[in-house]
């Protein structure tokens, strides 16, 4: 394992983490007695086998079901000086909600500190705005860290570019959890805030949101070869040492695996990076057309301002990802959660487009015709059922 100073926590950070969201037995609470022994069983061997790998960094969050009740029942009979263990809790208008909140997370977790708590979903103004208020959330956090119960404070976000920067210029926060990968590196201005201000830097689930690389396209193997999609894309993030860490949200010991054949590569990322990330380019190009490639963001209006709240940037990024890559099935995931993300993945889709003159609010974009045209055949391409999210399940 190779190890990040994670900002000015100054904590070694290992360059994988060990997420949390996908080895709970369910999203719900519920007593211990109702945890079945092959849940639990699964969840220690999955902890055991990433500290044996190195992975000393255990994530979690309140709002991840049982995860942190089952992860009380192992953590404390582990070196607690060898583990670094986060857990996350949502901001709330009422900052007394989100106390008694942490205190469940803590009395789960049975830890007598976490190393890092994080302000979970910092996605709109109004959730920052509880947050960084006086006598708000971070406030909370901030008095939890005076206890001795918390040591270093920071967020988890998905929210647009522009208010990630806002919540990391308050220099209120020693790190950020936020997503960037190959297909979406629109945070990057984020990453680079967050780099001014000393701040630790782990990337959200780059191998789900970042493409469900588990179950990769043809092509996109093709395109990666001779790296898997995965292992392209861990060696690609890592390459920059503005990010410290990548989650990985095992399900299984096994999940581990793949991840750890990006480490002998990592000093060798010069080399082999560019020729792929060339054919990747190439290959959206002459799928997409390079005026398109290079321009097909100019002049989008949010779904705040779009009739029908159609999330016009998300879907065409969708159909981008579709035509070059053949990501059909990560382009079905992603765009059939629209309407059902809320301010998670916010928006909705283009099924109500024949109800609405969008010509007015794409008056600024140089494909307007065109992304009419792209917004319906995207429709018909990847709309299905609804698709919930984990936690909704």
């Known amino acids: 394992m190779q190890y990040r100073r994670f900002g000015r926590t100054e904590l070694l950070m290992p360059v994988f983490s060990c997420g949390g969201m996908r080895y709970q037995q369910q999203w719900q609470d519920t007593t211990w007695d109702r945890i079945n022994d092959d849940s639990q069983d699964n969840i220690e061997k999955i902890i055991n086998r990433s500290l044996e790998c190195g992975i000393n960094h255990i994530e979690t969050a309140r709002g991840y079901g049982t995860s942190e009740m089952q992860l009380g029942k192992i953590l404390p009979k582990l070196p607690r000086d060898k583990m670094i263990v986060q857990t996350k809790v949502s901001p709330t208008?009422?900052?007394g909600e989100f106390r008694k909140t942490f205190d469940t997370s803590f009395d789960y977790l049975k830890l007598d500190y976490v190393d890092l708590l994080g302000l979970h979903g910092i996605n709109t103004p109004e959730l920052l705005e509880w947050a960084i208020r006086p006598g708000g959330c971070l406030?909370?956090?901030?008095?939890?860290?005076?206890?001795?119960?918390?040591?270093?404070?920071?967020?988890?976000?998905?929210?647009p570019t522009d208010v990630i920067i806002k919540a990391i210029e308050t220099d209120s926060f020693d790190y950020v959890n936020l997503h960037w990968y190959y297909i979406n590196q629109s945070n990057w201005p984020a990453?680079?805030?967050?780099?001014?201000?000393?701040?630790?830097?782990?990337i959200i689930s780059p191998s789900n949101k970042g493409g469900l690389l588990y179950q990769p396209s043809q092509k996109l193997i093709d395109l990666c070869a001779p790296l898997s999609?995965?292992?392209?894309?861990?060696?690609?993030?890592?390459?920059?040492?503005q990010v410290h860490t990548l989650?990985?949200?095992?399900?299984?010991?096994?999940?581990?695996?793949?991840?750890?054949?990006?480490?002998?590569?990592?000093?060798y990322a010069d080399e082999i990076?560019?020729?792929?990330?060339?054919?990747?380019?190439?290959?959206?190009?002459?799928?997409?057309?390079?005026?398109?490639?290079?321009?097909?963001?100019?002049?989008?209006?949010?779904?705040?301002?779009?009739?029908?709240?159609?999330?016009?940037?998300?879907?065409?990024?969708?159909?981008?990802?579709?035509?070059?890559?053949?990501m059909v099935e990560y382009g079905k995931f992603r765009y059939n959660l629209l309407g059902n993300g809320g301010h998670w993945f916010p928006g909705k889709k283009a099924d109500t487009l024949a109800q609405y003159d969008l010509k007015p609010c794409l008056a600024q974009s140089p494909h307007a015709d065109k992304i009419l045209e792209v917004l319906q055949e995207c429709d018909r391409v990847l709309g299905g059922e609804s698709v919930k999210r984990l936690s909704q399940q």
């Open 273 to 326: 990076l560019p020729p792929i990330i060339a054919r990747l380019e190439e290959e959206a190009i002459k799928k997409l057309g390079e005026d398109w490639v290079k321009t097909w963001q100019i002049g989008l209006p949010t779904q705040e301002n779009t009739p029908g709240n159609i999330n016009i940037p998300a879907i065409l990024w969708l159909w981008n990802l579709t035509i070059a890559y053949d």
């Open 139 to 159: 406030d909370v956090a901030k008095s939890l860290q005076a206890e001795g119960k918390v040591r270093f404070i920071g967020f988890s976000t998905h929210a």
């Open 229 to 241: 999609p995965m292992v392209f894309n861990n060696l690609f993030c890592l390459s920059h040492p």
């Open 93 to 95: 208008e009422n900052p």
């Open 247 to 267: 989650s990985i949200g095992a399900s299984q010991p096994q999940d581990f695996d793949e991840h750890l054949l990006t480490l002998p590569l990592l000093d």
């Open 191 to 202: 990453i680079e805030a967050a780099t001014r201000h000393d701040m630790g830097v782990f």
